[in-house]
């Protein structure tokens, strides 16, 4: 693929975080009022987070879930037993309130934004829309690339921006979630082309096929693939991006890689948010030092996407919804281990006896 605006590609080029304060951080958590590693899993979330913010003492304020919403061309095909139209029907249920996701933002007191990335149909004017679409839909990609590359850069451009923004008004965790009936079947294009898996291990049922509609989705698929060849192992991920992908993967790849250019701690969530992650690292790899992941979820093909990219789900919860559901249920967990290590006090600060003292 040709080369992307100045400004894309300096959003590509991202640094990770600096290992100088690895030993203090790790420090700073051994201290704490616990025997060392009581805290599990937390105590590596917490010195990842101390990490990418380059303090002890950090501070996840004004939490925040993008949930980016697209239409899909290949639905035509009949991959999905929803019909298209259930894309725009999700979204305004998202803006009146009534989603999985509105329960768990307003819950956990998470900033939520609704992002029409390219859903095939007009939206009123709602305070929690952001209403840039790139076109009404992806085309179908068993007869032609999803997008153009003009479309694609409109869609990284318009998904980093938005993460500009709300980290311009103080958020410093994000997270991503999305909507698109047929934006499994993009997903798993997107996973087999990338990782080179067989392709039955990344098709799931998504919205929930039977036996025989996963069967035809996997055979449509398959057609897919062979009609966009590439030649050699390191197929280009834009390239393959503006091939399969949706709209709200695109802004998506977009906003993942401003997060991590900010500095921002990312959640990741399920199948479609991390595919979109998936492309972003090919990118960018330095993308996944920014990353705590939420969940592992029961779409098949997830737990070897996670696997590829070396990551530990905090949660298995069974989920296989979207919209940024399981980000949304992590964030309390990150918020936590970012306070332990901010506020828990030491054994020196709380006249408590370590077992070394203990030892003496």
């Not at 709602?126 to 869609?155: C, K, Y």
């Not at 503006?242 to 250019?261: P, S, W």
């Not at 492309?279 to 093909?301: I, K, N, Q, W």
């Not at 989920?319 to 306070?339: K, S, Y």
Request: aromatic share 4%.
């Amino acid at each position: 693929m040709t080369a992307f605006s100045p400004l894309l590609a300096e959003l590509f080029d991202i640094a990770s975080p600096s290992a100088a304060m690895d030993a203090s951080l790790q420090h700073a958590i051994d201290i704490k009022t616990k025997p060392p590693g009581s805290l599990g899993v937390l105590e590596r979330v917490a010195h990842r987070i101390g990490r990418i913010q380059q303090s002890a003492t950090p501070e996840l304020t004004r939490p925040a879930m993008l949930v980016f919403a697209g239409d899909h061309g290949i639905v035509a095909a009949g991959v999905s037993p929803y019909p298209q139209a259930v894309t725009a029907q999700m979204v305004l249920n998202f803006l009146r309130g009534g989603a999985a996701i509105n329960v768990f933002c307003r819950a956990n007191g998470i900033e939520m934004e609704v992002i029409n990335a390219g859903v095939a149909a007009d939206f009123p004017s709602h305070a929690s829309l952001v209403d840039i679409p790139v076109a009404p839909g992806t085309r179908n990609f068993l007869e032609a690339p999803a997008m153009t590359r003009e479309q694609l850069e409109a869609a990284l451009t318009a998904g980093a921006a938005r993460v500009v923004t709300h980290a311009s008004r103080g958020t410093r965790m994000i997270g991503f979630g999305e909507m698109g009936i047929g934006n499994t079947s993009a997903a798993a294009c997107l996973m087999q082309r990338l990782t080179g898996l067989p392709l039955a291990a990344c098709v799931g049922r998504g919205t929930g096929v039977d036996d025989a509609g996963l069967a035809r989705k996997t055979a449509i698929l398959e057609r897919a693939l062979a009609a966009h060849p590439v030649a050699g192992d390191n197929p280009d991920p834009l390239d393959t991006l503006a091939t399969f992908g949706g709209f709200e993967i695109a802004m998506m790849t977009g906003a993942y890689l401003a997060a991590a250019k900010l500095g921002l701690v990312i959640v990741v969530d399920g199948f479609i948010s991390t595919a979109a992650l998936l492309v972003a690292s090919r990118v960018s790899p330095a993308v996944l030092d920014y990353c705590v992941f939420a969940h592992a979820s029961d779409e098949t093909g997830h737990r070897a996407m996670l696997d590829t990219l070396g990551a530990e789900p905090l949660l298995q919860l069974g989920l296989r919804l979207g919209e940024g559901t399981g980000a949304a249920l992590a964030m309390p967990l990150i918020q936590a281990a970012a306070a332990f290590l901010r506020e828990m006090a030491t054994f020196e600060g709380a006249g408590v006896s370590d077992r070394e003292a203990a030892s003496a």
